[in-house]
């Protein structure tokens, strides 16, 4: 017979491994990160290069190298393949539930553990991340696993049958930070390979993370008056930031471990990789992607302050239908400032610090909190397991409210999502029907509380959110993946030649060139930029300088090139006589047409690619 703590592991990992993996390579590369972050890996493992990052024959300079790693490892194990991209994300994605279910067990109680690793798996945005060729799962699993350790370096266990709402014991009385040097050179470790997985965030926010707690929990204890005045609470926020206070604050949590042990992790390779791009790397990486995001709004993606509660609200659907109780709850439970409630301090700094930060920076995607996703889980998990032990700081009725809410959402994504797929999915207005599931189950769970069954509608709506998830990414994805282009005009092309080259014109997604299996010129784009490269193999170095003329890499056997009909225009007159549209097909989710641009029966000699190159050269390109 299995231990109950075993029991408990066993059924979230289960929980999340049903989510992340059911279908995970059906559907195809999802444009942009995505083939992305597939192809690096894949360009990295044919030149068997461990330190450069490379996507379409040029240094990508976006993210740092752990993904790639992770699926170098995948391919070299299970070849080139969809599911190989995506397994380090799936993997990582469920020892995050596992992490979170070993936080909210040993601050919480164990049903609250397992309650938080089942919201924090069934949960959208965490399931995207889960489920996606991205470095945002194994972010997330550097964040989790690093407070996890802390958890368990600060916290002792607490064993089956011990009370539900016993204050978490701490290892060393008074101490709220490990005392044990393997115990926090493996946090900070930890945190190290986070700088590996996304850069600096990864050991900054999860350090903040704990700071904050450090500070609020280290506070010695004041009076707190029965009302709330504006006084009062402004000086509870100044508090825990007094100089004297911070600064010890700070140095209690190691700051020289702190540095040694994840420069011990990341650095190697930064080394490595800014002596082998000659500095390429750094410049990029630092200055553009973490600099440039957080002072300016990068390629439209900005948002105003409501912009993650908002993103928040979508993303951990299911369960943010309790977002209005869980809340409440948190608020009346931390201003009691017991002593079993510092695992609601240390899951609502997880959450506000992640907040706090991302509202600053001025470029937003819903992504970027993703990694606090564990810290909203263990909230929700510990809020409904009170109400389940009718324990709950608040209205019972709360509860009830939010199966409502569920209801009301399933209802209504029967209604959106059919008007959406008419435009974009046509054939799959069907795909409203899985509105169904949080429509039954809501109701379901609304019945269930009406009449005090409080564990079996929770176990109800667990269940439902699974298959809700699990409906979503295994069979939604797959649908709306048909709907996909990319491999319309690839295929149109290898028709034409054995051999195609291929060419963009204003246009390129990136799956083009994963699923092409090699780079793809851009046109125009001037000879001397950094990272060139020439498809063509018979290309004359004395027309070096034609290069970014459409028509001239047509003039070369077994050449195309792809871009949009809306084009076209500015291509007027200037392509070799023969040339004409072989291919078209909508772009995807876009109101365009693209169009593959080449020679129906390809020039056989060279003397006519000549011709064709002469003619060309003689007119003009703006």
């Known amino acids: ?71 170098m490892l995948s391919y070299g194990v299970l070849g080139v393949s969809e599911f190989a991209a995506r397994l380090p994300s799936a993997l990582a994605a469920v020892g995050s539930v596992l992490c979170t279910w070993f936080i909210g067990r040993r601050l919480f109680s164990p049903e609250a553990g397992v309650w938080g690793a089942i919201a924090l798996a ?22 989790t696993l690093a407070i996890a350790i802390y958890v368990g370096g600060t916290f002792r266990p607490r064993f089956d049958g011990a009370p539900d709402d016993l204050a978490p014991q701490l290892v060393t009385p008074g101490h709220y930070f490990p005392q044990s040097w393997p115990v926090a050179i493996a946090m900070y470790g930890v945190m190290g390979v986070g700088i590996l997985a996304k850069g600096p965030v990864g050991l900054v926010l999860p350090t903040a993370i704990i700071g904050m707690f450090l500070l609020i929990a280290r506070l010695p204890a004041v009076e707190m008056g029965s009302r709330l005045t504006l006084s009062g609470v402004l000086l509870g926020i100044l508090r825990p930031f007094e100089p004297v206070h911070f ?34 790397f750094i410049e990029g990486f630092f200055f553009e992607h973490h600099v440039g995001r957080a002072t300016s709004s990068m390629e439209n993606h900005s948002g105003g302050p409501l912009f993650y509660p908002v993103a928040m609200l979508a993303g951990f659907f ?43 920076a001025r470029t937003k995607l819903p992504s970027y909190i993703t990694p606090c996703y564990p810290g909203l889980a263990l909230l929700a998990g510990a809020y409904v397991d009170r109400w389940s032990r009718d324990r709950s700081a608040i209205a019972r009725w709360w509860m009830a409210g939010g199966y409502g809410v569920l209801a009301f959402a399933g209802a209504g994504f029967m209604v959106a999502v059919p008007l959406v797929a008419e435009k974009y999915l046509p054939g799959d207005e069907w795909l409203g029907l899985l509105g169904l599931t949080p429509l039954a189950v809501g109701v379901a769970c609304v019945g269930l509380a009406l009449v005090q069954n409080y564990k079996a509608s929770l176990g109800v709506f667990a269940a439902g959110a699974t298959i809700f998830a699990t409906l979503l990414f295994a069979v939604g994805a797959q649908r709306a993946d048909h709907h996909q282009t990319s491999h319309v005009l690839l295929r149109a092309a290898r028709e034409h030649a054995d051999q195609p080259r291929l060419a963009t014109y204003r246009v390129l997604e990136p799956s083009w060139v994963f699923y092409a299996g090699e780079p793809i010129t851009e046109l125009p784009r001037r000879p001397r930029d950094k ?3 020439y498809v063509a193999s018979d290309v004359d170095v004395s027309r070096v300088e034609m290069a970014d003329q459409p028509g001239w890499f047509l003039g070369h056997s077994g050449s195309f090139v792809i871009t949009t009909r809306n084009r076209l225009d500015e291509l007027a007159g200037h392509l070799p006589t023969g040339v004409e549209i072989l291919a078209e097909t909508p772009r995807f ?34």
């Open 1 to 71: 017979m299995l231990a109950p703590r075993m029991k408990q592991a066993v059924l979230v990992a289960l929980v999340a491994v049903i989510v992340m993996f059911t279908n995970l390579g059906g559907p195809r590369l999802w444009d942009r990160d995505e083939p992305r972050n597939a192809g690096c890996a894949k360009e990295m493992l044919e030149r068997w290069d461990w330190v450069v990052p490379t996507f379409n024959g040029r240094l990508r300079t976006h993210k740092p190298v752990l993904l790639y790693w992770g699926i």
């Open 247 to 280: 600064l010890k604050t700070c140095w209690y949590m190691r700051p020289l471990t702190a540095i040694f042990a994840a420069a011990a992790v990341a650095v190697p390779w930064y080394w490595a990789v800014g002596l082998a791009t000659e500095g390429d």
């Open 589 to 622: 989710l876009r109101d365009d047409q693209l169009v593959l641009l080449g020679y129906r029966d390809q020039p056989e000699s060279v003397a006519a690619r000549r011709k064709a190159l002469d003619a060309i050269s003689r007119k003009s390109w703006r």
């Open 318 to 360: 299911p369960w943010s239908v309790f977002a209005v109780p869980i809340i409440l709850e948190t608020a009346v439970l931390l201003r009691r400032r017991e002593n079993r409630n510092v695992g609601y301090i240390l899951a609502a700094c997880w959450v506000l610090v992640f907040l706090g930060a991302f509202t600053i």
């Open 122 to 143: 069934t949960s959208l945005m965490f399931g995207v991340a889960g489920r996606a060729a991205t470095p945002d799962s194994v972010l997330i699993l550097c964040t």
């Open 531 to 533: 990272g060139q490269t």
